[in-house]
């Protein structure tokens, strides 16, 4: 492919989505990820995109929110690998909240194998998901369906959630920063995710890395209220999304980080980021791969971890 056709297969893919991954663009037109970012560079010196964190983006700042079917087709392995760690957050019998979104409708594939559980959500993806699962119960806001991301929102979603109480929230977005915490596009889906937040005990986020550095224009969860981020393990060459992730733990996120296949620490990136799963912050626990253990139980860094990448995060 010639490098023209290919910067106009690039652009047409960040225009259709709002936002691609390196990783994403280099799969689609068949090339490495060099390549890309170096027709990335000559797409933003013409002023048609924005390099961001490992990616393309619309130019002008702050990103557009894709619809369902683009979405469903962006790091589709990352989600896979986010959703897998996520669901072992969640016990037998617990209450939770599940938000709308992709990556949530993953981890809720994966809840359906949980006995007792009770799913409150306003995603019909979601419900959907475990529409089969005889041993979880679903329960649903009302709401005005919102046909983009097939979600319930509105003044009878939010009102429906008064006085609910659940262990945990699992939220999505369409970008995170350690200044302003979780973000989205819209605001009506902004407001049912901060009445979900309201309900919980906890707020779990999951966020690719292609979200992290990314701000959108309302905010859903202010960085202080996140208890903990699930990610995947960023690219060795996205220095953004580590320093992103360094930030978010130096304000308290416990930060728990999936590999390829889903397992903790994952088996792509940079040696010394495959030796932890979970990257603390100073709250109530740590993720490790037996599940939850007081901060107390911390260890000592594993050697050779450099300091400021994303292996080490603890507060200095």
């Given amino acids: 492919m010639f490098a023209a056709e290919r910067r106009q297969l690039i652009l047409e893919m960040v ?3 709002g936002a691609v991954s390196l990783r994403e663009l280099a799969r689609v037109v068949q090339t490495s990820e060099v390549t890309v970012r170096r027709d990335v560079r000559a797409l933003e010196a013409e002023g048609l995109l924005d390099r961001r964190h490992g990616g393309a983006v619309l130019p002008g700042g702050f990103t557009r929110e894709s619809g369902f079917p683009q979405k469903s087709h962006l790091a589709t392995a990352e989600k896979t690998a986010i959703a897998d760690l996520a669901a072992g957050l969640v016990e037998e019998g617990e209450a939770i909240v599940v938000g709308a979104g992709t990556t949530t409708q993953e981890l809720a594939r994966r809840l359906a194998r949980v006995p007792g559980l009770t799913v409150v959500t306003n995603s019909l993806l979601v419900a959907q998901a475990l529409a089969h699962a005889n ?3 679903v329960v649903m806001t009302g709401g005005t ?3 983009s991301n097939y979600a319930l929102v509105g003044s009878g979603a939010e009102q429906s959630l008064q006085g609910l109480r659940v262990s945990k929230a699992f939220l999505s977005g369409s970008g995170l920063t350690a200044e302003r915490g979780l973000s ?3 605001m009506l889906s902004a407001s049912v995710d901060r009445a979900l937040v309201q309900a919980a005990a906890e707020v779990v986020v999951l966020a690719d890395h292609t979200k992290l550095g990314t701000d959108t224009m309302f905010q859903t969860v202010p960085t202080d209220v996140i208890t903990r981020l699930v ?3 960023p690219p060795a060459h996205d220095d953004r999304a580590a320093t992103e992730l360094q930030a978010l733990a130096d304000q308290g996120v416990q930060i728990a980080v999936a590999g390829a296949s889903g397992k903790p620490g994952g088996e792509h990136g940079p040696a010394a980021r495959q030796q932890r799963n979970s990257l603390p912050g ?3 626990g740590q993720l490790s791969a037996g599940g939850l253990r007081p ?4 260890g000592e860094q594993p050697a050779g971890v450099e300091r400021g990448r994303v292996a080490d995060l603890r507060r200095r």
């Fill in 15 to 17: 225009r259709a989505n």
């Fill in 135 to 137: 041993r979880v119960e």
């Fill in 145 to 147: 369906l919102r046909g």
């Fill in 184 to 186: 989205t596009s819209n």
């Fill in 231 to 233: 990610t995947d393990d």
């Fill in 282 to 284: 100073p709250r109530r």
């Fill in 295 to 298: 901060a107390s139980a911390l």
